[in-house]
């Protein structure tokens, strides 16, 4: 890829800017405050976008900086670049109220998408993070963000295992560990679930065992009153039988009160006297016989009659209680009725019961939340295994290329750069081994160049363009000339930003032909 042309047609200072852009080294030169940043940044939105920032984050954002100073609501601009022979030409409106982008491709007038992805195709999967942190250096920024190492781990991951660099390790990683938590959630709610269920079994079983005692009490007090009436009617037949029968009741009929033979043996009795006794002594006997015959036949007569209640005896109907008032009849069904309650409650008792030790056990569910949750971890496990053995091989190319540029570039001062997996560097001099912390201000410089364009190589698909933005303050001249020397060699589109006319100077010493543009 090559950017031909940038317009800034309304961008932070400039206003309808034309810079024209050639192969090899552009140099852009310009003093201080002339823009250089600026146009830097607007490479950069041209390419990526500028998203508005939200409360406080608002007030130093890009899109608040680089605001047009002349009629801010015009803020727009276009960037034409070269990519597979044809010219592609992005226009975008960055205003907050008209937004809008657009990617046409100027050979057959074909416009493309780039919400579905086809600038970032273009650009060989380039992102703005990897794009800060590898061919684009901002002004004193030379030192990458540790978002290059995960990006390096992707790296390594995506091609020593499948040969491209589409899949984020990271992100898979961490998508794996969402779904562990999420298991680990639907295990914990399911649980938490399945208590509450068990503690609504549990008050409803107490429930029915009370109404199981409650029956079983009430039923015990109707078998009681049951039993009770019953040995108080056969205690009370007995008595009256006792008291009003004798031999001649037995024999007579229950609807007769005198019997027919008792009224002739009566007879007999006050008749016989005269027989036995002479007179008048028998008269007298025969009288008073006949006297006690009569008693005894007014007695019967007055057996079967239904006595009338007396007060006492009607105030004490009124307060006897109700069960004594319902029939013996009421209280056998009220019984079966009870009985056959009780049944059913003792039966709904014994099935929740039964679900409560389903609860108890260890169900085929809670079973695969954990089965799916082992098999998560194993997965993360496998692939930070295999992350790591990649990054293993990765780090050893990382540590020839980054070593190599900067041998180059440093003369062959330092033969060999050690790097591990957080990026911290060490250098090797002389079979030494020096720490970031004991060289110079450029020398560190040099090394996150260096890293910056190792990482450059091997992350991106696509050749693209090396933007510098007074990137080479603190090099001295031999080590500016060796790395515009490595630059130059890499056949890369380089857009160097300076205000010094070091860059300029050392590359026509060198002979090596460069397009200089004035900002």
Partial sequence: MKICELILKSYGKFSGRHIELGDGINVLYGENESGKSTIHAFIRGMLFGMERGRGRAAVNDAFSIYEPWENPNYYSGTLRFESGEKIFRIDRNFDRYSRRAELICENDGEQLSIEDGDLTMLLGGLQAESYDNTISVRQMKV?????????????????????????????????????????????????????????????????????????????????????????????EKTDREDVNKGMMDELRPDKWRIHPFEIILFAVIIVLPFALVSRPWSYLISIILFLLSVIYVWNRMKVGKRPEKTEPEKMLEEITPQEEKISTEQLE???????????EKRIQYENLQEKLEELDEVGADYRAYGRKKDAIGLAIERLQELSADMQKRMR????????????????????????DDELHVSLMSGGRRIAMEQVSRGTVEQVYFAL????GNMLQEEELPIILDDTFAFYDDERLRATLRWLAKSGRQVIIFTCQNREEQLLKNMRIPIKREEI
């Fill in 333 to 343: 069904w009220s019984c079966r009725h009870l009985a056959a309650e009780l049944k």
């Fill in 452 to 455: 910056r364009m190792a990482a």
């Fill in 143 to 235: 030192q990458t963000g540790q978002s290059l190492a995960g990006e390096l781990r992707n790296f390594a991951m995506n091609c020593y295992t499948s040969g491209a660099s589409g899949i984020d390790l990271e992100e898979a990683i961490q998508r794996l560990q969402e779904k562990r938590r999420e298991q680990e959630r639907s295990a914990k709610d399911f649980l938490v679930e399945k208590q509450q269920k068990r503690e609504m079994i549990e008050q409803e079983a107490s429930y029915v065992w009370r109404d199981v005692h409650r029956l079983e009490g009430e039923k015990n007090s109707l078998e009681e009153e049951l039993e009770h009436r019953k040995e108080k009617e056969e205690h």
């Fill in 396 to 419: 050893k190319e990382l540590d020839q290329n980054i070593s190599e540029i900067m041998c180059e570039i440093t003369n062959g001062k330092y033969e060999k750069i050690l790097i």
